[in-house]
């Protein structure tokens, strides 16, 4: 099965900073790189996605880059902002629909 | 994306109890998913569910704890029977295809499952 790591555990930025935020995979076959956001107590929500096909995608402040050789893939958050704290969670996913969650990164930003 | 409820959003059960969950999208998906997150910590899949067919449960789960239905295209439930302690975890459905949008899962709001 898939194994997935994720790095950091913890992230403390202050307002403004980046923050960035590495997801490593080990299924070559894995094909869909999503990140989710869950703020305490709500459902994980999709922030943004990348396939195989591409290497990087960006959605205003939000970016992921994806490095299908080395089987990696981040998340860049600019300009942070305290609505931003929240965990964060890869989940590559492969053919057979299913995706495979890291542990999961706490990113408290500060004003 | 998805609307997506479940019901009911939170019991307290007692010992040996079970609890069945339900799960409804507001358009036809094709797969549905079950995980549970346990408190701090990340989601684990439980199982998929198809309609039409028998659900395929992950390693560590099986079909009696873990009964699963999927009547039809926009709904299905979970029942974890014989409830223990250890069960204590929010359940979470979410679904595939929504939209056309292949691969990506959308999750309901979960259901946060208590046992005494």
């Known amino acids: 099965g898939e194994n997935v790591e994720q790095h950091p555990s913890t992230l403390s930025v202050q307002e403004g900073d980046s923050a960035v935020i590495k997801c490593t995979y080990s299924d070559s076959a894995s094909n869909y790189f999503p990140w989710y956001k869950q703020e305490l107590g709500k459902r994980p929500q999709l922030i943004i996605d990348i396939r195989s096909n591409v290497g990087e995608k960006k959605d205003q402040r939000i970016a992921v880059t994806l490095n299908k050789t080395a089987k990696h893939f981040s998340l860049h958050i600019t300009e942070t902002q305290p609505e931003d704290s929240a965990v964060y969670f890869c989940?590559?996913?492969?053919?057979?629909?299913?995706?495979?969650f890291g542990k999961g990164t706490l990113l408290t930003v500060n004003p | 994306s998805a609307v997506i409820s479940q019901k009911p959003s939170r019991d307290i059960c007692q010992r040996g109890t079970s609890l069945t969950i339900q799960c409804q999208v507001d358009?036809?998906?094709?797969?549905m998913f079950w995980y549970r997150q346990q408190p701090g910590q990340s989601l684990t899949l439980i199982a998929t569910?198809?309609?039409?067919?028998?659900?395929?449960?992950e390693s560590g789960f099986v079909i009696d704890k873990f009964p699963i239905s999927r009547p039809n295209l926009t709904f299905s439930t979970l029942t974890v029977s014989n409830l223990s302690p250890e069960d204590s975890s929010i359940y979470l459905c979410?679904?595939?295809?929504?939209?056309?949008?292949?691969?990506?899962?959308?999750f309901g709001p979960g259901t946060r499952l208590t046992v005494l």
């Open positions: 989940a590559p996913g492969g053919s057979n629909y299913k995706l495979t």
């Open positions: 358009s036809q998906v094709t797969m």
């Open positions: 569910a198809n309609q039409g067919s028998e659900a395929t449960y």
């Open positions: 979410s679904v595939e295809n929504y939209g056309g949008r292949k691969d990506t899962q959308y």
